[in-house]
């Protein structure tokens, strides 16, 4: 720092057009009183290497395969549930026969993201990229699962005994349903 400074010195009055000083005045022409800090070796944060293996890939294809079953199976569920309901006693045949099937697919594909999505959730733990979006993701789903859970074991119980008259079974699965598609949507629209 102290060459800087004596460069700078003997560049001034260069610059200025005056003649160079004698060396011995060039010292004492630019006193130093302050001392520079001296300079530090800067230290780097080291980026962390995350490594996935091949059955991360693969869960998280079957992930998301199995996602984008969900929507249809929704929307049988709904519709023939709602069939169920608007004619309790005389329900069309396809309703009664197709409503309970639906309902267990839903859950075996369910089952199949929850497995897959918090094994995948748990490998990814140490990755600080995407982590809120893909925590949100899993408590959202942990939540819908557990409304379809509700849902499909005693509230369909008090659906078949005709003591459901608020239709809370239904409320119910839709919130759970509603709640699934924002935290699909979320992981499809936020990628």
Do not use: C
Not at 75 to 87: F, P, R
């Amino acid at each position: 720092m102290h060459s800087a400074l004596t460069l700078i010195a003997q560049l001034i009055p260069a610059l200025a057009g005056e003649p160079a000083p004698p060396p011995a005045a060039r010292e004492l022409a630019v006193p130093v009183t302050v001392e520079a800090p001296a300079d530090t070796a800067r230290t780097r944060l080291r980026v962390k290497a995350i490594e996935y293996g091949g059955g991360y890939a693969t869960r998280r294809t079957i992930h998301r395969v199995t996602s984008y079953a969900m929507i249809p199976l929704f929307i049988g569920a709904y519709v023939t549930g709602n069939q169920l309901i608007k004619h309790p006693n005389d329900a069309p045949q396809w309703a009664t026969t197709l409503h309970r099937p639906i309902a267990l697919a839903t859950g075996v594909v369910f089952a199949a993201n929850a497995v897959t999505g918090v094994w995948n959730l748990w490998v990814s733990r140490n990755d600080p990229k995407g982590q809120v979006k893909r925590t949100v993701h899993g408590l959202l789903f942990v939540a819908a699962s557990a409304g379809l859970i509700y849902a499909a074991t005693s509230l369909a119980d008090d659906v078949q005994a005709g003591t459901d008259p608020n239709r809370f079974h239904r409320t119910v699965a839709l919130a759970s349903m509603g709640v699934s598609a924002i935290s699909w949507g979320m992981m499809i629209f936020f990628h």
